[in-house]
C-alpha cells in the first residue's frame, strides 16, 4: 500500500531540483529568444498572424524545459517480440545536431516494461497458427464500423465469449482500448448527472468524464471516507445552481492503478454504492486476468459477483497480448451502449486476426495451463516486490499486483537509473509528472508469468546494486531515523 514517505531532506532536494532545471529553462528561453539556441522543442516556430498559439503557458515550459529532458529514455525502439527478453535499439546523442541517431545495433535486455502479464505475447505456437489462417481467411482489416457490414462472426462469439468468462449477461469489444473509455462514458451519462472520480484514475477515464458534460467530483486515492463524504455532499446539494436532484450518480474507478500498484477497496465501495443506490464503473484494464484465483479481476479477488457492478471495463493489451477493449454487464445496458456509442458507431472494427487472438488467449485461460500461469503470475509479483523492501526501497502496490512501483523521488536519479540498468542488461521505464505527482517520480516495473524465479533475481541483484550506488534505499533511511528517535526517547524516559 502507499503508506511510506522519503525522509524530509529528500523532499527538500526534489524541489530543489525541479527549482534548479526551472532557472536553466528559463535560461534556455532566453537563448531562444534572442536566437542564440535554435533548438526548440514543443513549441510553434511560425505563429501566424491573428492565432492563438496552440503551446503556452507553464504546461508548455514544462514539457519543452524538464520533461523532453527525459524523453529520450521513454521511446526507444524494439526488434523483438515483448517477452521475457526484449531486443532494444542503441542510440547516439548527437550533440552538435541536436537529435538523436540509431545505428542500427541492438541490445538484449530483461523486460520489466511491457503489460505482457501472462506471457501471452508470442510469435509461435498454435495459438499464433490460428492467427494466420484468420488473416488468410479474412485479412487485416475490416475496412468498415461494426454497424456497416464491420461485423464478423469472430465479433460475435467473441463478444459472447467475454460475458461469459466475466460471469454477467451480455458485453461489446471495441477497437481501442483507450476509446472504449474516452468514447463511452459519454453515452451512458450526461448533463444533469454525477461522476465521481478517483484521484489517480487513468487519462482515459478523465477524458471520457470531461466529455460526458456531467458535473466531475474527485475523491482521495482509495479512500472510501473520502469518497462516503463526497457522495454525501452530493445528495445534499443537488446540482449546481439549481440544487435539483442528480439524474444519476455513477462512481468511477479502477480494480488495479498502473502507477500506484494499488488494488481497489472493492468490498466497501460495493457498500457504499448498494447504501447511496448509486452505479458504479470499473475499469479494469490491468487487473483482468491479472488478478483473482481464475484471473477474472477484482470482482474474483475479492469473492463479489461481477452482476452486482453496473459497467466493467476492460482491455485485451495487457493479459491477452492482442489490442482492443470491452464494456460488460446487463444485455439491456449493452444494447443500450451499441446504439449510442460514438466508439461503436464511427471507428473500424476490431480486426479478425486480433479478436481471434484473444479467443485462443480466452480459451487457454480457462484451462490448467491458464489458472498456472495466472499462479505463476501471482507469486512472481509477491516474491519480487517482497525481496525489494526487504532491501530497503519504497515500494508501493498490493502484494498480488504486477505492477511494482519503487520510488526514487529525484529527477536526476531516475534518467541515471534507466541508463545504467540498461547497460547491465535490464530494461525499466522511468515514469514522473504528468503521469504522478511532482514529487512522486518512479520506476515501474512490470511482471510476467513467463519471468523466471532466475530473471526476477537478476533483475533484483541490478535494482539492489543501483540502490546502493546511487543512495534511494529510503525505506531504509526511514526505519534508521525512527529507531533512533526511539533510542532517545528511550533515554529521557530511564
Known amino acids: 500500500m502507499i503508506d511510506d514517505q522519503p525522509p524530509l531532506y529528500i523532499k ?12 536553466f529553462g528559463l535560461i534556455r528561453d532566453v537563448l531562444r529568444f534572442f536566437e542564440i539556441e535554435k533548438h526548440r522543442k514543443s513549441d510553434e516556430r511560425e505563429l501566424k498572424q491573428g492565432y492563438v498559439p496552440l503551446l503556452s503557458g507553464l504546461t508548455a515550459f514544462y514539457y519543452r524545459n524538464i520533461y523532453q529532458r527525459c524523453r529520450e529514455m521513454f521511446g ?8 521475457s527478453h526484449v531486443e532494444l535499439m542503441n542510440f547516439e546523442n548527437d550533440s552538435f ?12 535486455c530483461l523486460n520489466l516494461v511491457s503489460y505482457n502479464y501472462l506471457g501471452f505475447s508470442e510469435n509461435q505456437g498454435p495459438r499464433l497458427q490460428k492467427v494466420a ?22 465479433h460475435i462469439k467473441l463478444e459472447k465469449m467475454v460475458a461469459k468468462y466475466l460471469g454477467v449477461e451480455d458485453s461489446i469489444i471495441f477497437g481501442m482500448g483507450f476509446a472504449t473509455n474516452s468514447l463511452n462514458i459519454s453515452a451512458i451519462i450526461g448533463q444533469g448527472s454525477l461522476i465521481i472520480s478517483d484521484q489517480y484514475n487513468h487519462a482515459s477515464l478523465a477524458l471520457g468524464c470531461k466529455l460526458s458534460n456531467a458535473s466531475i467530483k474527485v475523491f482521495k486515492h482509495n479512500d472510501t471516507i473520502d469518497l462516503e463524504q463526497k457522495i454525501v455532499e452530493a445528495l445534499a446539494d443537488g446540482q449546481p445552481g439549481t440544487h435539483e436532484k442528480w439524474k444519476k450518480i455513477i462512481i468511477v474507478l479502477e480494480g488495479l492503478y498502473s502507477m500506484e500498484g494499488t488494488l481497489v477497496d472493492l468490498p466497501e465501495v460495493m457498500r457504499l454504492k448498494k447504501k447511496y443506490k448509486t452505479y458504479l464503473y470499473v475499469d479494469e484494464a490491468h487487473s483482468i486476468g491479472a488478478i483473482g484465483k481464475t484471473g477474472r479481476g477484482v470482482c474474483d479477488h475479492f469473492g463479489i459477483d461481477p452482476r452486482e457492478v453496473d459497467i466493467l471495463m476492460g482491455t485485451f493489451t495487457k493479459s491477452f497480448g492482442s489490442a482492443g477493449g470491452y464494456l460488460a454487464g ?47 503470475l501471482q507469486e512472481n509479483s509477491r516474491y519480487f516486490r517482497k525481496r525489494l523492501r526487504q532491501l530497503g526501497f519504497i515500494v508501493y502496490g498490493d502484494n498480488t499486483s504486477p505492477v511494482v512501483p519503487l520510488l526514487i523521488f529525484l529527477p536526476g536519479l531516475l534518467k541515471n537509473f534507466v541508463k545504467e540498468a540498461r547497460i547491465l542488461g535490464l530494461g525499466c521505464i522511468p515514469v514522473g509528472y504528468p503521469a504522478t505527482d511532482f514529487t512522486g517520480l518512479r520506476l515501474r516495473f512490470c511482471i510476467s508469468a513467463c519471468h523466471t524465479r532466475e530473471m526476477l533475481d537478476q533483475a533484483i541483484r541490478i535494482i539492489d546494486h543501483l540502490g546502493d550506488k546511487m543512495s534511494f534505499k529510503f525505506a531504509l533511511r526511514n526505519q534508521w531515523f ?13
Open 330 to 376: 446487463k444485455k439491456s445496458l449493452i444494447n443500450y451502449i451499441r446504439v449510442n456509442s460514438h466508439s461503436f458507431a464511427y471507428a473500424s472494427s476490431m480486426a479478425a486476426p486480433i479478436a481471434q487472438q484473444i479467443l485462443s488467449v480466452l480459451e487457454v485461460i480457462m484451462t490448467k495451463e491458464g489458472q498456472m500461469r495466472i499462479s505463476t
Open 97 to 108: 545536431n541536436r537529435c538523436i541517431r540509431f545505428p542500427g545495433t541492438t541490445q538484449k
Open 482 to 494: 525512527s529507531n533512533s528517535i526511539e533510542k532517545i526517547e528511550k533515554i529521557f524516559i530511564q
Open 133 to 154: 489462417e484468420t488473416i488468410k481467411k479474412c485479412g487485416s482489416s475490416t475496412g468498415a464500423v461494426r454497424n456497416e457490414l464491420g461485423t464478423l462472426d469472430y
Open 12 to 23: 527538500f532536494c526534489i524541489y530543489a531540483s525541479y527549482l534548479i532545471l526551472a532557472i
Open 76 to 83: 526507444i525502439p524494439i526488434t523483438s517480440i515483448p517477452n
